[in-house]
């Protein structure tokens, strides 16, 4: 069988043109946003609960120990300017040395005795205990400097050898304080010793308040007869 070959004719299709299709540019409007001013004092508390956070957040050694010297550079200057004036005055060298003198013989279990009887006190209605440490001349002498330094004092703690309170402004936690950096870092390192507390929120006053402790010492012997603490507001530094 012959088998015959056929050529097919080339077939020229027409060239199809797409439009082209042009999408119109979306513009959005630009929202003007209303200015937001804080009053001075609520900006710097802000920023310095900021801070702190960041602090928390990020682990910078570097950034963390130049924030810790600025605060305790801020800190010396306050107890410079505030404290040292009147932290040596006869009225609290006389009364650590009494204190002292009249618990001499207090044993641990008689301390952690008047530490609960502070702590049972706080919420009777009778608290002599409480009273002879915060209604004594000590504490209205205290307080006098505290209303001095005009809101940059939020507290003053005056302890003895034992780090039990002699004299306060306010009513604290607790009487015995001996076993707190207060007083472990200050007292029992001798003159000159200070502690630097972290900043803490102070829900009876509602600001940021950081706490600064020394030795007191007398300056006739040049021994230490006890301790102070001092709370100011982080945001007066």
Do not use: Y
């Not at 001075?40 to 120990?65: S, Y």
């Not at 703690?157 to 472990?184: C, P, R, Y």
């Amino acid at each position: 069988m012959t088998l015959h070959s056929f050529r097919l004719p080339a077939i020229a299709l027409p060239a199809i043109e797409m439009p082209s299709i042009e999408m119109p540019v979306l513009e959005m409007p630009v929202l003007a946003l209303p200015e937001w001013r804080l009053p001075r004092l609520a900006r710097r508390r802000l920023m310095l609960g900021l801070a702190l956070g960041l602090a928390t957040l990020v682990h910078a050694p570097a950034p963390a120990r130049a924030a810790e010297a600025a605060s305790e550079t801020a800190l010396r200057a306050a107890v410079t300017e505030t404290i040292a004036p009147w932290a040596q005055d006869k009225i609290i060298l006389s009364a650590l040395a009494a204190a002292n003198t009249q618990r001499e013989s207090l044993t641990p279990a008689a301390i952690e005795g008047l530490d609960a009887t502070w702590a049972a006190e706080t919420k009777a209605s009778t608290h002599p205990t409480i009273d002879a440490v915060i209604a004594n001349p000590v504490a209205d002498f205290l307080r006098e400097h505290q209303h001095a330094a005009q809101g940059r004092i939020v507290e003053v703690i005056l302890m003895d050898n034992h780090g039990l309170n002699v004299a306060a402004t306010d009513v604290t936690s607790d009487m015995w304080q001996g076993d707190e950096a207060k007083f472990t870092e200050t007292f029992p390192k001798g003159v000159g010793a200070m502690h630097f507390g972290e900043v803490d929120f102070d829900d009876s006053t509602g600001l940021l308040v950081v706490q600064v402790s020394l030795t007191i010492v007398d300056p006739a012997t040049n021994q230490p007869l006890g301790a102070m603490t001092v709370g100011f507001d982080a945001s007066s530094l």
